[in-house]
């Protein structure tokens, strides 16, 4: 059953935001920034995404927390100009299910960004990534959706692996250091292991991510003390053309202070006027124990 989202201009923290509530949720997203979801949670619960302005920081950029949208550059997919407009106000546009926010133009690249949200069911939504040309040039690049959240003790990540089919595989990038001094940790990392079926990380606490080929495009946190399931799903496609072949990705940060849920879009290269797209469906449900690789591939 889908009830029909309450929709607020609200002040979040001190920041202009915007409110969408439901029976089963409640979405916030920053308006003073971003685009930039600020918190995901039930309408009387805990903000189960990182928030927290100011406390990290790289150069003039806020890492903030929340969930983000990215440019990223084939072969480049943490430069610099990734972040050029975070920190710049957003457009808002009201609809009878969600709103849209739209980001500030890239002075450079000629590029804005922006997502949609939608309620579609209760304890469901979409977020309709999307990045716009707006200059008179090619413009070359791929989407990156980032959702930090807090990992709350025993808490464990999923992520289905292989399509089932006789010629099955996955692929699981690992890294000993990259972009701005991070890591250290090495390939050989027990937060992170392989079932079966699946890749589960169990946080605790060192620096360190992986990157993964998923047929699936599904990435699942279970936290037992709350009882909670948060997963969110981006449709792969096997054809597109992914950074480092993959779709999907984790990152732990140091001492847990949070965790990275990420899903990729395919590069396209876009004409003055286009639009490229990627879209997630986010689902907030009660589960006791962690889900299964199999019930976890029938919610989407």
């Known amino acids: 059953m889908k ?32 685009p930039r979801l600020a918190f995901w949670g039930r309408p009387d619960g805990k903000n189960l995404l990182l928030w927290a302005p100011g ?7 806020d890492l903030m927390g929340g969930h983000r949208l990215w440019a990223a550059r084939p072969g480049a997919d943490e430069a610099e100009e990734t972040y050029a407009t975070d920190n710049q106000p957003c457009k808002v546009a009201v609809h009878a299910d969600g709103f849209t926010l739209t980001g500030a133009l890239d ?4 590029i804005r960004r922006g997502f949609t949200v939608t309620a579609t069911a209760d304890g469901r939504i979409t977020l309709d990534h999307f990045l716009r040309n707006e200059s008179d040039m090619l413009w070359s690049g791929g989407l990156w959706a980032l959702t930090c959240t807090v990992p709350a003790k025993k808490a464990s990540y999923t992520v289905p692996l292989g399509d089932g089919s006789s010629w099955d595989y996955a692929t699981i990038v690992a890294f000993r250091t990259w972009g701005g001094g991070h890591g250290g940790v090495g390939f050989d990392d027990p937060q992170f292991q392989c079932t079966a079926d699946a890749m589960v990380l169990h946080p605790s606490g060192r620096e360190n991510k992986r990157m993964i080929k998923a047929d ?14 948060f997963a969110k799903h981006a449709a792969y496609v096997p054809e597109g053309n ?8 984790l990152y732990v940060g140091p001492e847990n202070f949070m965790v990275e849920m990420e899903t990729m879009g395919p590069s396209a290269t876009l004409k003055p006027g286009q639009t490229l797209k990627h879209r997630e469906t986010w689902l907030l449900a009660t589960a006791k124990s962690a889900p299964s690789a199999k019930s976890l591939r029938g919610l989407f």
């Open 3 to 34: 009830a029909s989202p309450v929709i607020s201009r609200i002040k979040f923290e001190g920041l202009d935001a915007i409110e969408l509530r439901t029976p089963l949720l409640r979405v916030v997203a920053i308006t003073a920034k971003g």
């Open 55 to 61: 406390k990290y920081q790289r150069g003039r950029w």
């Open 107 to 110: 002075a450079v690249q000629k």
């Open 216 to 229: 699936a495009g599904l990435i699942a946190w279970h936290d037992p003390a709350q009882k909670l399931l």
């Open 242 to 249: 992914y950074p480092l072949g993959t779709n999907l990705a």
